[in-house]
């Protein structure tokens, strides 16, 4: 029904920026754009995958891991059913796989948890060189 396909990744050197893109389609991407919590997660080699960013269907309230928090910047262009993750000042323990996540509205308290999403993309690698 909902099918969340990443793009942006790449390999940037440390201290440099990427923007990653994230665009829902199917059915209900509508509703997606109108009503979801939109988040990123990542996942480096040999690690669990972590919350890194979310953003309520308004962008009213966002979300950041400590970790991410001053340098990365979620955003989305609901016309477009499209959810953006703005990385700067990028760090080599950033490389990861990316991955959006999309929830139907959930409570502030669980944005965190992997468990909270219905719908996952394929990922997108992002890899900074020391």
């Known amino acids: 029904q909902v099918q969340l396909v990443e793009s942006g990744g790449g390999l940037v050197q440390a201290g440099g920026s990427l923007r990653l893109s994230c665009v829902a389609s199917g059915r209900s991407s509508g509703r997606v754009a109108s009503n979801y919590v939109m988040a990123w997660f990542r996942q480096a080699p040999g690690k669990e995958r972590e919350f890194v960013a979310a953003?309520?269907?308004?962008?009213?309230?966002?979300h950041y891991a400590d970790s991410v928090k001053g340098r990365y910047a979620i955003s989305r262009d609901n016309a477009k059913s499209t959810v953006y993750l703005q990385m700067n000042s990028l760090k080599p323990e950033d490389t990861a796989v990316y991955y959006c996540a999309a929830a139907r509205p959930i409570h502030s308290l669980v944005v965190v948890a992997t468990a909270s999403y219905d719908h996952w993309g394929q990922g997108t690698q992002v890899t900074v060189s020391s």
């Open positions: 953003s309520t269907w308004d962008g009213g309230s966002l």
